[in-house]
């Protein structure tokens, strides 16, 4: 009933900026929290922003300074805003959103597919 359709990844050398989009289309009524979470091999899958409300934002300690999230309500995107990237940053990115959907079961929690990260040193 929902998908999340990411964009933006890819190779960048460090202390550069990529900028990741995410749009959530189908039967939303509101979103509650959207977010990002990032996972490099062999390590579990980490927070690294949510905007709640489009909002209010939380951000990891370890992005903290360097990572922007912000939303678009009225187009159901969030974006995450990555500068001064390290190689540690470099991991597959993950969208989230908790949604109220318009119809049974009203409501959702969706992942995106994910997209890749890569910074070189």
């Known amino acids: 009933q929902v998908q999340l359709v990411e964009s933006g990844g890819g190779l960048v050398q460090a202390g550069g900026s990529l900028r990741l989009s995410c749009a959530a289309s189908g039967s939303i009524f509101s979103i509650n929290v959207m977010g990002w979470y990032r996972q490099a091999p062999g390590k579990q899958r980490e927070l690294v922003a949510t905007?709640?409300?489009?909002?209010?934002?939380n951000y990891a300690d370890s992005v903290k300074g360097r990572f922007t999230i912000s939303a678009d309500n009225a187009k159901n995107t969030v974006y995450l805003q990555m500068n001064s990237l390290k190689p540690e940053d470099t991991a597959v990115y993950y969208c989230?959103?908790?949604?109220?959907?318009?119809?049974?079961?009203?409501?959702?929690?969706?992942w995106g597919q994910g997209t890749q990260v890569t910074v070189s040193s």
């Open positions: 905007i709640t409300d489009g909002a209010s934002t």
């Open positions: 989230n959103a908790d949604l109220v959907l318009d119809r049974f079961p009203y409501r959702d929690n969706s």
